[in-house]
């Protein structure tokens, strides 16, 4: 058995870059203005697309909610919040 055209070394493997997308959805019908997840199916065609650091600042507006359905809320919340409530993280004097 030949086993001259077995590598000797590893092929490097390279994964795509997982990409977080949102979605603003204006209000509607008197509901607030809702982040969510790219792909969630409560956004309307009428969302437009945000990255994370525009979304987080969306969400940090009044009237804005993130969307409970999807990664939205789970996710971006957590990241607003953190910081506010005691978790150590303040910076003291």
């Known amino acids: 058995m030949d086993l001259n055209a077995v590598p000797t070394h590893r092929t490097a493997i390279t994964a795509p870059a997982a990409r977080w997308a949102w979605l603003l959805d204006g209000p509607t019908r008197g509901r607030a203005a809702t982040i969510h997840a790219e792909g969630c199916q409560l956004a309307t065609d009428h969302a437009h697309p945000l990255n994370t650091t525009v979304a987080l600042e969306v969400l940090a507006r009044p009237g804005t909610a993130a969307c409970p359905g999807c990664d ?18 303040e910076e003291t004097d």
């Open 72 to 89: 939205a809320a789970e996710t971006l919340l957590p990241i607003l919040h953190h910081g506010q409530n005691g978790d150590g993280w």
